[in-house]
């Protein structure tokens, strides 16, 4: 009889990070059959044995505090403040035993006065948070407790004993208590799944309730282009009520988008005043997110859009050609000549008129933190097209957003899902890598091992036996964990001092988060793989090509202008804060561009694409989240009542840059629903109905304060601190935030000269799929910050790079079946202009500029000019 063949062991992928990368990672894995451990070492606001997922775009849960707690007492609006932890507790079967045997001797007991302490200073934080919010109830729930099952050597359960589950019912029984005692409102007992783990038992305390609000870095914005995510949200299902599994889930995530109507641009424009002076009016101006229907519709409809915007007929035509030269423009040009120019010198912008000169200018800061004259034509170029063809095609969703907070509508039912799949949520930390040990059939020689660090212990290397089966790991943290970037990143000093008050660090970052910031992966990967002796028959292992690339990007870095109040280098500040208001807040179905604001600020009205729509029992109504692309700019800022300086952002406390952002907005929020909704009526949707009239822009009056109850700064942002009272007597020393020491999530933006840089490589149209190069013969990075088609730091760029870190896995193990999908958006462009491209690749291989510069056609726009007028000479802006 002969032998059958022995089936190939199924590799095993470790996924380090938890943010759109890493969760692609693990869908794209999972659903190949592999098995996947996901490492992140944030935790969940409401899971504490979960770690949170959806990295800097996740919900950042906060209360509204209390006078005692906030910031700054009697401010204008008050600070909501990173939500309370929740308190948890894990024994094993011999202490829960002990600690249930110990509570009828009363508080004092052993084990049983930690446990009273922690409830209590639970409980007085709770109490304290919601009484100075005005609300009298939450929700407080104690897990049941569920024991932690681990299996033996020879693959039999354990299970607890019939003793110890009846010692941690009765340890529950008494802590409920104790909480009924504590709280001075409801207690609602649930039953609470928990995760396999060591044996024993968990107790925690969960609570979700009115007074907790939504924060975020910024609102999700997702143009009609972003095909690689909208695929993974296609096939992520969320799982409804009564469904008893996700084969049944008839929704999927991509269902929880929202389709917005329109972008109004909200511009300054001079005119004559009353007394007959020139004033300085801001107006709204709308442009539809629709198709036009007809050419003569377009027509019109750009006729009306350039004139309330007051552009000049060579503003158009100059912009036009320089967009049509672009769209035309061949791959092979676009690589060879537009990565090394800037959008500004691209289409000429010393050329227009003052007022388009300085939307083309700073209009890209107001979405991505730069302006034309930063960045680098190719990305700016691609994305400006996508943005075109969006208009043009007719597509459901042009620009979305979500129907609920993000990790509520997105992140939880994708963890849900993954879960369900057999992806395994592991809350821990990559901290460095090492050598594996010399037994080569537990591990494969020369391959670099991680060290993982859960619950304050390093992982065992037997966690990870290379030689066994493939191992694969994907590295999948941010930017800043791979780079020692000081600028962006918390010291072990400053750490310190936030324990101490005197930098305004959230909680959760320093006990569990913060660690995972600036500790520099890649240097210490390339230390670690220099010490591994060289494998005779496998050189390729001493290859780490992506990692030397960061390497090399971080020394440039350290001479770059990265500081804090500078904002000039590769690493912006691009954040967000969102205002909470007791009233709905009727501000349109749309997002909203400040094109002329000193800090180059974007909004949207979040609540009103919610299907659950925030009431009174939620501690607010509506909700405005504003984006800031740019902190470095000097603007009006009130230090105190009466009193103003010319500061940036990065000289102001919290309460004065969200008292500055709502300042620069609140006149077009503070527009009353009747004029908001008369405006969308007279929005047409049929081609007869447009008009200039019906796209007249809209001059914002002040119809009365409009003033938020309460606001929320990105979590990411952190402050120093400056004290105000001396410790006393049954008193704490009080500290209130001075002014920005950190940005923990610094944006990445795209230079001239500086994409082809990156980490990463990007294959032809034959290979493209093979996916990134692996480092050390098992190990692929993959983020924002590498090279991918998307080329723009976004949430698709991020789903991109795990897609070429996965295809990566699957052709080194030579699996079979397809590969993870790559768009290309220069092959998604207008086909009516193929034909164009293929004539300018012609062109530029035999040395020719482009057709539009052979013909002339760069010089109609000053053929519009009127006579004896010239065009502009350069000047320095």
């Known amino acids: 009889m002969s032998d059958k063949a022995k089936p190939e062991p199924t590799p095993v992928i470790w996924v380090f990070g938890g943010g759109i990368t890493g969760l692609t ?19 969940d606001s409401w899971e504490a044995h979960l770690p949170a997922v959806g990295g800097v775009a996740r919900t950042q849960w906060a209360y509204i505090p209390s006078d005692e707690e906030a910031d700054a007492p009697g401010g204008p609006i008050t600070r909501a403040l990173p939500f309370v ?25 052993t084990g049983w006065k930690e446990v009273k302490e922690s409830l209590a200073s639970f409980s007085k934080r709770l109490i304290a948070a919601t009484r100075g919010a005005g609300y009298q109830s939450l929700t407080v729930a104690l897990t049941a407790p569920l024991p932690r099952l681990v299996e033996s050597e020879a693959g039999a359960t354990i299970e607890p004993s019939d003793a110890a589950i009846e010692a941690a019912g009765r340890v529950r029984a008494a802590m409920a208590g104790e909480l009924h005692a504590m709280l001075d409102f409801a207690s609602e007992e649930k039953d609470i799944l928990r995760v396999e783990g060591m044996s024993g038992f968990r107790f925690e305390v969960r609570v979700k309730g009115r007074g907790i609000v939504p924060g975020e870095h910024g609102f999700r914005y997702f143009p009609g282009f972003y095909r690689h995510l909208f695929d993974t949200m296609r096939r992520t299902p969320v799982l409804q009520r009564g469904d008893d599994r996700f084969g049944a889930a008839l929704r999927t995530v991509f269902d929880n988008l929202v389709s917005t109507e329109a972008t109004w641009l909200v511009v300054n424009q001079q005119r004559t005043g009353k007394d007959g002076k020139p004033e300085e009016v801001e107006r709204l101006v709308n442009f539809p997110r629709r198709p036009p229907q007809s050419i003569q519709q377009t027509l019109t409809l750009l006729e009306s859009f350039v004139r309330e915007l007051g552009y000049g007929a060579q503003d158009v035509t100059r912009l036009s050609t320089r967009l ?17 120019l800037t959008w500004w010198d691209f289409i000429e912008g010393e050329r227009f008129s003052d007022v388009c000169r300085k939307h083309m200018e700073l209009g890209p800061e107001v979405l991505g933190a730069m302006t034309a004259s930063e960045s680098e034509a190719r990305t700016q170029g691609n994305c400006v097209t996508q943005l075109l063809i969006d208009q043009l095609s007719g597509r459901k969703l042009t620009d979305a957003t979500l129907n609920g907070p993000t990790s509520v509508a997105w992140f939880d039912p994708w963890r849900d899902y993954l879960v369900y799949r057999g992806v395994k949520f592991i809350r821990g930390k990559l901290v460095d890598f090492e050598p594996p040990s010399s037994d080569a059939e537990l591990h494969r020689p020369g391959v670099l091992l991680p060290r993982v660090i859960v619950d304050g212990h390093t992982m065992s290397k ?12 994907v590295v999948a943290a941010p930017l800043t964990a791979m780079l020692d970037a000081p600028e962006f990143n918390l010291t072990a000093k400053e750490l310190d001092w936030g324990m101490h008050g005197e930098v305004d660090v959230p909680e959760d970052r320093l006990q569990h988060a913060a660690p995972h910031v600036g500790y520099g992966l890649a240097r210490k990967f390339r230390a670690a793989l220099d010490r591994v002796p060289d494998v005779a028959d496998s050189p390729q292992l001493k290859l780490a090509s992506d990692v030397d690339a960061l390497n090399d990007w971080q020394k440039r870095l350290a001479d770059s202008e990265t500081g804090r109040d500078v904002g000039l280098g590769p690493l912006r500040h691009l954040t967000g804060v969102q205002y909470l208001f007791d009233t709905n807040i009727q501000f349109g179905q749309e997002h909203t561009l400040y094109m002329d604001a000193p800090w180059r600020l974007s909004s949207i009205s979040q609540a009103h694409f919610w299907r ?41 406390s919290p309460d004065q840059i969200a008292s500055t952002v709502w300042e620069q907005v609140r006149r077009s929020v503070a527009m009353d629903t009747q004029r908001s909704r008369r405006s969308s009526r007279e929005t047409p ?53 001075r002014d920005i020491a950190k940005n923990l999530s610094p944006y990445l933006i795209n230079r001239p000269g500086e994409w082809k840089l990156r980490p990463g490589r990007l294959h032809d149209p034959d290979h493209r799929h093979d996916g990134y190069e692996l480092q050390n013969g098992a190990w692929i990075l993959a983020g924002t910050y590498m090279k991918t088609f998307t080329r723009l730091t976004t949430m698709e760029a991020a789903n991109e790079s795990a897609r070429h870190a996965v295809n990566a896995v699957l052709h080194a193990s030579r699996a079979p079946g397809d590969r993870c999908m790559i768009w290309d958006p220069e092959e998604w462009e207008l086909p009516d202009f193929a034909a164009l491209r293929a004539i300018d690749s012609k062109l530029y291989k035999d040395g020719y500029p482009h057709m539009v510069e052979i013909l002339g056609l760069d010089s109609i726009p000053e053929a519009l000019l009127p006579q004896g007028l010239t065009v502009r000479p350069e000047e320095k802006r």
């Not at 037997?462 to 790991?473: I, M, S, V």
């Open 85 to 109: 932890r929740h308190p948890a507790f894990d024994y094993t079967e011999r202490e829960v035993i002990d600690l249930a045997a110990a509570l009828p001797r009363g508080a004092g007991a």
């Open 685 to 737: 949707r049929d081609a007869a109905q447009v008009s200039p009239a019906a796209q007249r822009g809209i001059d914002i009056e002040d119809n009365g304060e409009l003033t938020p109850s309460c606001y929320h700064l990105d979590q990411n942002i952190v402050f120093r601190r400056e004290l105000l009272s001396e410790e006393a007597e049954g008193r704490r020393a009080r500290r209130a935030p």
């Open 25 to 43: 990672v693990a869908h794209e894995c999972i659903e190949r059959g592999y098995d996947v451990y996901l490492v992140e070492p944030s935790e």
């Open 612 to 652: 659950r729509r925030p009431t009174g029992i939620h501690g607010y109504r509506g909700i405005v989240s504003v984006d800031i692309g740019s902190l470095h700019r000097p603007t009006k800022v009130t230090i105190r009542e009466g009193v103003t300086d010319e500061l940036p952002g990065w000289q102001c």
């Open 324 to 340: 049509f030269q672009y769209m035309t423009s061949s791959t092979e040009r676009r690589a060879g000549e537009f990565e090394d």
């Open 462 to 473: 037997d966690n990870f036996d290379t030689g066994l089966r493939p191992h694969f790991f």
